[in-house]
């Protein structure tokens, strides 16, 4: 305990912004929220303006790129044209739009990317038409807590630095993670970093996704059972589920998939067997991949035209999957890695794999004889097992074939994908 109580005062010495720099971010934000207030006097528009996310909660930890979150609060009556209409009117020049559930715009000052998002003034959550209309009451039960709880701010702090270091930060379909709000209801829940990577590391998961991890910090159901036939089917697929104390319909962990969350198992497992400082530094996962493998790997680099983001990055993901469940018929797949890097919006695919040098492919029952023709054309070597068709075919000699044949065969599927180029950096 002492080991790790020294490393975790250290980090989080390390995760405090600076005075100065700390300073600056607040007068960018004050700036850009008089400014915005003033337009919406000036044009009258029904809406208030309040900073979210991490800033306002005092949770944002020491990075090179900061992400602030300022909420245009719009009157309910107003409709979603209206709103998308009167948010370009008062929004700074120079604003970048970025495409979301609701459009938003982004504005950069030096290392700092605001983020001004609109969405609705609501008391009662029923009333949302978009997850960030719950942000409001999100900050205030939040910065509840944290007044309640000394301490609390920090170890949240730790918390996200730890889970994001682990590449399992974060609610995009490309991540599948654990959002900031999942993480400091986590946390609050805990107690503490400690107390969490404690209980994270004897979670039973269940991959099947029959067996449910819930969480509910403020009792909002009566039981597990309630929840499980109370929650809308779509909200139950996550291996953990985390009832949103502002919303009891909401799982705020709906993003976490089981991988994600096995590998923050695995994470803290290691952090209290070897506690040391490098589980809150940056990970380089193309290194450890290639010394893992020995260097004997396949790389691809796979680029999309889609907006740099949870958008191209979902979409790259989704490619990812196909071609390596395609690969895995022809090749055994020993391991692999997905790498979106969000500057470039391009993906890498790292693969270390072994060709196989017979395919069997299978077919119908041999009683269903039209889709039993079908598999013949497609196959020449059949055999019969069991009353149902296999095909036998030989493997390819290299991946470069393989690739080229993919492309070919896949085109259309790529294309919607929106995938627009793949390139073979290194191949075995």
């Known amino acids: 305990m002492d080991k790790i ?25 004050s700036e850009l929220v008089s400014g915005l207030k ?4 000036k044009l009258r528009i029904k809406a208030q303006v309040f900073i979210g996310g991490s800033f306002a909660k005092s949770t ?30 008062i929004i700074p020049s120079k604003c970048e739009k970025v495409h979301g559930s609701r459009d938003y715009y982004r504005i950069k000052k030096g290392n700092t990317e605001f983020e001004i998002i609109p969405n609705l003034s609501i008391s009662n959550p029923y009333e949302a038409r978009n997850v ?16 309640a709880r000394k301490g609390l701010a920090k170890e949240i702090m730790l918390a996200k630095a730890f889970i994001h270091y682990q590449g399992c930060y ?35 998961l269940d991959k099947n996704n029959e067996k449910k991890v819930i969480i509910d910090i403020e009792k909002r159901f009566k039981n597990k059972k309630e929840v499980l036939s109370e929650l809308n089917e779509s909200k139950l697929n996550s291996p953990i589920i985390l009832i949103d104390p502002t919303f009891r319909e909401r799982n705020a962990l709906a993003a976490l998939n089981f991988e994600t969350a096995e590998r923050l198992k695995s994470a803290c497992i290691k952090f209290l067997a070897k506690p040391k400082i490098e589980f809150f530094r940056e990970k380089d996962l193309e290194t450890e991949f290639k010394v893992k493998n020995k260097n004997k790997i396949i790389e691809l680099e796979v680029s999309t035209d889609r907006q ?11 490619f990812y999957s196909f071609i390596i469940f395609n690969i895995k018929r022809y090749f055994e797949v020993k391991s692999s890695e997905f790498i979106y890097n969000e500057q470039n919006n391009k993906s890498k695919i790292l693969i270390s794999l072994n060709p196989k040098k017979e395919i069997l492919f299978n077919g119908p029952p041999i009683h269903m004889k039209e889709s039993l023709a079908r598999f013949k054309k497609e196959h020449k070597n059949i055999v019969i097992n069991n009353k149902r ?16 044949d993919f492309q070919n065969n896949y085109s ?16 075995i």
Not at 393 to 398: H, N, V
Request: glycine share 4%; net charge positive.
């Open 5 to 29: 109580k020294t490393i975790l005062d250290k980090e989080y010495n390390n995760l405090s912004i600076p005075r100065e720099e700390l300073g600056l971010i607040k007068k960018q934000a």
């Open 38 to 41: 003033n337009k919406i006097k």
């Open 60 to 89: 944002l930890i020491k990075k090179n790129k900061y992400d602030i979150d300022i909420f245009v609060r719009f009157e309910k009556s107003y409709s979603e044209e209206e709103i998308e209409k009167n948010l370009k009117r």
């Open 132 to 147: 960030t209309d719950l942000s409001y009451s999100h900050v205030s039960y939040i910065n509840k807590k944290i007044q």
């Open 170 to 204: 974060g609610a995009e379909s490309y991540v599948n993670g654990f959002s900031g709000y999942a993480v400091e209801l986590l946390i609050t829940y805990y107690k503490s970093f400690i107390n969490f990577v404690r209980a994270f590391s004897k979670i039973e």
């Open 308 to 318: 740099a983001g949870d958008i191209a990055g979902t979409k790259l993901r989704k």
């Open 389 to 404: 068709a296999f095909a036998r075919e030989k493997g390819y000699s290299s991946f470069d074939v393989f690739i080229k």
């Open 412 to 427: 259309n599927t790529i294309e919607s994908m929106s995938v627009n180029d793949i390139k073979i950096k290194k191949i």
